[in-house]
C-alpha cells in the first residue's frame, strides 16, 4: 500500500487537573491513507475528539501535554514543527469541521468575512478572487444564491446551511486530511443524508483522506472504509468496516453494536444494554478499563491491561485488545470483496 | 384516555402595532389531533422545529392554547385555570430531554424525589424519604445514594432520576420529550429498556417525542409523523415502518443511516431537497409540496393549492385519491 498521509504512533495526551491526571488519550496508533476515510466511535470521554484536536495542534497546553512516538503528515514530524510552520498546515493541507454549527461560527462577522480570511491566511488571492473562490466553495455544498450568503450574517442561516457553510470552509484549501468531528450530530436527518453525500462527492471529486468522529453508528456504516473503536482513551478494536459490523470482536465493540436500535429485526425484542457507565478517566480502574462492565472478565482483566493485538486473518488487517482474543477461536471473516461497490476482484463478467 | 382534537398553537412575533396586534404569527402547532388508549405508547416523530414539543406543552397546559380541545378521561382540561388543573397535573408527568439542565443541581436526590409529593401533600414529611428510596430503587439507582446531588451521577443516571421523579405522583400518563437522544448507545438502551419495565409494572401510557426513527420503532405502538405543525401521517407501529404512505415518512425512514455497511452501500435513499421552510411563512397547499419527491405523481397544481387533509392514516393527495 502507498505510504500513509497521516501516520500517529502511541499518541498520547493527557490533562493536569485539579481531580488528578486525566489520560484522555492514551496509546493511540494509526494511519490514514489518500481517499480514505476512517471512522472513529466511542462513547463521549472515549478521547475521539482529543485526538482530532492534538493532529490539528489545538489540545491547550497547559493543561494539555501531547506526546507521541510519532505523529507525521505527509513525512513532516508534527509534533516538531513551529506554531508558524503549524499554521501554514492547518486549515490549508488538514482542516477540521466542527461539531456544533450554531456556535463555531462567530456571529458578528459574515459569512464572507469568515471564509475568505481561510483563503487570505493560506493562498496568494487577492479579495475580488477570493470571494468568487468562497462563493464557489458555498455552490459545491448546495448552497443557493451563494453570493447573497457571503453577505449574510450566521443567524441568517437554518443549522443545516450553517454546518454546510463549515463544511464549505473546511474544504476551501482541497485539505489532504479533513477531520470531521460528529459533522451531522446536530442536524436532522434528512439535512444530515444531504450533507453526508455531500461529502461522500466532495471526497470522491478531491481524494481527501477523512477521520470521522461520530458516536453514530449507522453513519459509520455508511462513510467508513475502516473503523476505530475507542474506549476510555484507548483503541480497542480497529478492523474494516464489513468485518467490523458484521463480526464485532472486542466486548465493547460487540455491546455498543447490540445496544443500537435498528430499523430491521424484531421491534418487541428487547434492546441489549451494557450494564454500568463509562469510567471516570481520573480514576481508571486497573487493568481492561472495561472489565467492570465486561461480561467475559476474569481475574486476569482486573490485574493486567490487554494491548491491541492483530487477529490472524487472511485479506485485511484487524486487531483487538482483549485477553480473550487466544480463546476465541470462531473463524473471522476474512474478505471486504463482498461490500458492495468495493472493486471485484478477477470478474470480468 | 387522552383525546386532543385541533389542537392550534400560535406564537406572536415581532412588536406590536397600534392596535397591539403582533407583526406575524409563528403556527408552531397548527390543527393537531390524536388520541391515546391507556397502557399505550404513542410517538411523535418529526424534525426539529416541527411541533412536537410545543404540542405536548400545548397539551398540558404549560402554553395556553390558541384554540382546539384536550380531554383527559372525557374531561376537557385545556381551558383549566391553575388550581384547577392541579389533579390532573398529578396525573400527567413529564421526563425531559437533558437530564444535566432538569435536575436542581443545589437539590439532593432525595428532596428532588420529595417535592412533588410535597406540593400535593401527599406523605408525611417521614414517609417521602422512604419513598424516595422506594422511587431510586424502581429506576435501578441504589436507595443509599438518596442524599446525592445530581453532579454526583452520570448522565443515563441522571435520566433515572428524572424518570424517578416522573413517577413519583403515580400518574397514568407520562410525556417523554426525547428522553434518551441526549445519552450514549449503551446507555440509551438501558433507559429505553427502563421505560418498558415500568410502563408494564405500573400500567403507564406514554406519549414519546423523539427524533429517532429507530427508537421509536422499540417503544411505541403507534407513531404519528409530523411536519411543520401539522400530523401528516399516523398509523400503528408496524404499519408506519413496513409500508410508510405519506412522502414525507418515506423519506424520513430512508434518511436514518443503518448501522450495518452491508444494507449501507446498497439500499436506494430518498435525498430530500433543502431545508425545512420557515413556519412564519409555511407553503400554500401541502406543507410539504416544495420539497417533496412524489409531487408530479398528482395531477395538475393540487399540492400547491388544496391542503390535503388528514383522512384515515396519511394527508397526502396522492392516498386520499
Known sequence: MSNPILDVQNLRVRFETHHGVVRAVDGVSFQLHEGETLGLVGESGSGKSVTNLALMGLVPQPPGVVEADKMSFEGRDLLSLSDRELRSVRGNDISMIFQDPMTSLNPLLTIGRQLTEVLEVHKKVTRREARQICADGLDDVGIPLPKKRLDQYPHELSGGMRQRVMIAMGLLCKPKVLLADEPTTALDVTIQAQILELMKRLQETHGTAIILVTHDLGVVAGMSDRVNVMYAGKLVETADAGPLFEQPRHPYTKGLLASVPRLTGDPNAELDSIPGSPPDLAALPPGCSFAPRCGLKTDQCTTHTPTLEELPTRATSRSSACFENARLTDTLIADTLDYGDRPQGGSFA | ?321
Open chain 2, 1 to 321: 384516555m387522552l383525546e386532543v382534537t385541533d389542537l392550534h398553537k400560535h406564537f406572536p412575533i415581532g412588536k406590536k402595532g397600534l392596535l397591539g396586534k403582533p407583526a406575524k404569527w409563528l403556527h408552531a402547532v397548527d390543527g393537531v389531533s390524536f388520541s391515546l388508549e391507556k397502557g399505550e405508547t404513542l410517538g411523535l416523530v418529526g424534525e426539529s422545529g416541527c411541533g412536537k414539543s410545543t404540542t405536548a406543552r400545548t397539551m398540558i397546559g404549560l402554553y395556553p392554547p390558541t384554540s382546539g380541545s384536550v380531554k383527559f378521561e372525557g374531561e376537557e382540561i385545556s381551558h383549566l385555570s391553575r388550581s384547577e388543573r392541579a389533579p390532573f397535573r398529578r396525573r400527567i408527568q413529564m421526563i425531559f430531554q437533558d437530564p444535566y439542565a432538569s435536575l436542581d443541581p443545589r437539590q439532593t436526590v432525595a428532596s428532588i424525589l420529595a417535592e412533588p409529593l410535597k406540593i400535593h401533600r401527599l406523605a408525611k414529611p417521614r414517609e417521602r424519604k422512604l419513598r424516595a428510596m422506594q422511587l431510586l430503587d424502581a429506576v435501578g439507582l441504589n436507595p443509599r445514594h438518596i442524599h446525592r446531588f445530581p453532579h454526583e451521577f452520570s448522565g443515563g443516571q441522571r435520566q433515572r432520576i428524572g424518570v424517578a421523579r416522573a413517577l413519583a405522583l403515580e400518574p397514568d400518563l407520562i410525556i417523554c420529550d426525547e428522553p434518551v437522544s441526549a445519552l450514549d448507545v449503551s446507555i440509551q438502551a438501558q433507559v429505553v429498556n427502563l421505560l418498558e419495565e415500568l410502563q408494564e409494572r405500573f400500567g403507564l401510557s406514554y406519549l414519546f417525542i423523539a427524533h429517532d426513527l429507530a427508537v421509536v420503532r422499540h417503544i411505541c405502538d403507534r407513531v404519528a409523523v409530523m411536519y411543520l405543525g401539522k400530523i401528516v401521517e399516523i398509523a400503528t407501529r408496524d404499519e408506519l415502518f413496513e409500508n410508510p404512505q405519506h412522502p414525507y415518512t418515506k423519506a424520513l425512514m430512508s434518511a436514518v443511516p443503518h448501522p450495518d455497511p452491508k444494507i449501507e452501500r446498497t439500499r436506494e435513499r430518498i435525498v430530500l431537497e433543502g431545508d425545512v421552510p420557515s413556519p412564519l411563512e409555511p407553503p400554500t397547499g401541502c406543507r410539504f409540496h416544495p420539497r417533496c419527491v412524489e409531487r408530479h405523481k398528482v395531477e395538475g397544481d393540487r399540492c400547491s393549492t388544496v391542503e390535503p387533509q388528514l383522512g384515515e392514516r396519511s394527508a397526502c393527495h396522492l392516498s386520499l385519491d
